[in-house]
């Protein structure tokens, strides 16, 4: 199937669209391109994106740009957190996993930069001014929701890797964010089962996927470089 | 997971605009079942329409079987190894809501495994082996709690491994490799849960990832389990020369496969 570049136009019909951009769920040339699968009414496309933004790029290449966006982001958030006053006055076991974190993440990060090359996108954007780095339930807060998107992320772009060595990589790192997502769910509620919640896993045990939309939709409240992925597989 | 939503990436190949609609009823009629059954076991559901992805028609479904009960004797031994230490009463109180989850979520496995293996498939599940935790009577795991958290430890790092020793093999196939997946993390969350209650307690200084091969204060029987995670190399890429990271925080970065084998003959111990 071919992806198309379409209008989001049940967004703009259903809500005020400048409300929707400010509330950050897309950045503005991303707006106008979302990428779906087949859809028996919405037939309208949008134009092609500015200059401005990152295209990912298509097949494995868009898929690795993808999970180079999502580490970009990850990685400037830890490294943020501990610059922070949360991370000044944490506890030792809460400075060692924010420690650990930032290291693994920035290391994702130049993996799939240097994995990349040439056809690596540019440095995103960062946009944490709806965290408070101050606080710690502010901080542990987004670290879930980076970690736990992160799982989904790669859980759903799985299928989409063509290339066996890629799809191994992957794999690796995804259990990693699911080991770290689990352990920030435990500082924020410890002893009980919200490290694997029923908000996340089903009654066969499975954990959600997210598909790009999804998870490029929920990360752009994070990020103002707009974000092509309309050539991403499907 | 959302495996309905692959629904969502299928289009009618046709142009008829009646063809279109059975479609689009029938997608629609899917998704509407597939909310309805959230409460009861649904595997059957999202992958019983496999047969109109063109992924399938390529895989081999007698590999596929065999990955899948290579899955589900893991998730036999694992269900069956917390569902003991439940009825043992060797749990500490406090700790009775992390590992009845655990259970759950491999009972879940068990269950849904045996169902795609069995109604989408159309193969054999394999049945739930003897087992001896004992292994031979070096393991009290029922009665001595520091033993029983350290033997699930064991099991959940193994699975993880397992799991994505595997996804080559099931590659071919998006669902299953999506379902797969969706296990693969679940079982990662519960390592990084029991590793770190078991450095809480005392009993070991691991994180909830694992650094080099260590396996910490672990029986050294364990050894073959964290073997190979020290790997700093990945794609040709070495990652602490690239970016000067300490070793052991790259590999703590990256959990490494197991193959097939290796899994069996760590299971091994267990097996009656």
Redesign the interface.
Known sequence: MKNELIKPKGLVKNANRRQFLKMGSLSVAAAGLIMVGCNDDIEDRGPKPGGEGVMLGSGDIGILNYAYALEQLEAAFYATVMQGSYFANASAEEKTIMGDLEKHERAHREFFKAALGNAAIADLEVDFSSIDFSSRTSVLMAAKTFEDLGVAAYNGAGQFIESVDYLLIAGKIVSVEARHAAAIRDLINPGTADFAGDDLIDANGLERTLNFTEVLTAASSFVTTPIDFSQLPS | ???L?LL?????DTNSPEE?DLF?SRREAFRQFGDMS??????AVPLGILSALP?VAKADTASLIGVLNFALTLEHLEYRYYQMGIEAGVIDN??L??F???R??????V??LKEVIANVLMGTPVPEPDFDFTAGGNFMPFSDYPTFLALSQAFEDTG?RA??GQ??NV?EN??V???A?????????????VR?LRTKKGQDDV???ITNASIGTLPAATQPIYAGEDNVT??G?N?VN??G??AG??A??????LSKEQVLGIASLFLA
């Open positions: 997971m959302n495996l939503k969502d990436k299928m289009c009618p279109k689009f959230k409460k009861v076991a649904m595997a992924k406090a700790d809501a992390i009845t989850k655990i759950d979520h491999e009972l879940a496995h269950d849904f993880v799991y994505k996804a080559g590659m998006g669902v490799l999506t379902a997946l969706a296990i693969h993390s679940v079982e990662a969350r519960h390592a990084s849960m770190r994180k909830g990832w990945h794609g890429v990652v690239l970016t990271i300490d925080a790259v703590e970065g990256w959990d490494e496969p």
